[in-house]
């Protein structure tokens, strides 16, 4: 609404004519009031709309919590550990068991 100096005029002598002198400060100070509330609601509505998209933006861009490493299971080498190897190749107990015996039936 780009209102010049002439239009101002014109709506202020026909608001005199169509509702006298005693009660256009009346409307005038209502208009004002109206005015003014919905400013402050605007305002208000406004600032709560961006609270909430600063709550949404804080709550997307938190960083995630990360939980301490678990200790390890008793018996088990951590992967980060270097274990040194038999210099000698053994051969696992079952496999020990069955050459015995097979040792000894062909001696039999």
């Known amino acids: ?5 002439p239009e ?9 004519i169509l509702f006298g002198p ?22 208000e509505f406004k600032s709560q709309i ?17 939980l301490p490493p678990a200790d390890p299971v008793r018996g088990t080498v951590p992967a980060s550990t270097v274990v040194d190897a038999p210099s000698e190749p053994t051969a696992p107990a ?3 068991a069955e050459a015995e ?4 039936a062909a001696d039999a």
């Open 94 to 96: 079952q496999l020990t």
């Open 50 to 66: 961006e609270t909430e998209i600063a709550n949404l933006e804080r709550e997307t861009t938190t960083t995630p919590q990360y």
């Open 1 to 5: 609404m780009n209102l010049g100096f």
């Open 8 to 16: 101002m005029i014109f709506i202020f002598i026909g608001a005199l």
């Open 22 to 43: 005693k009660k256009l400060p009346e409307i005038g100070r209502q208009i004002g009031r109206a005015l003014n509330e919905f400013k402050r609601a605007s305002n």
């Open 101 to 104: 015996s097979t040792a000894k």
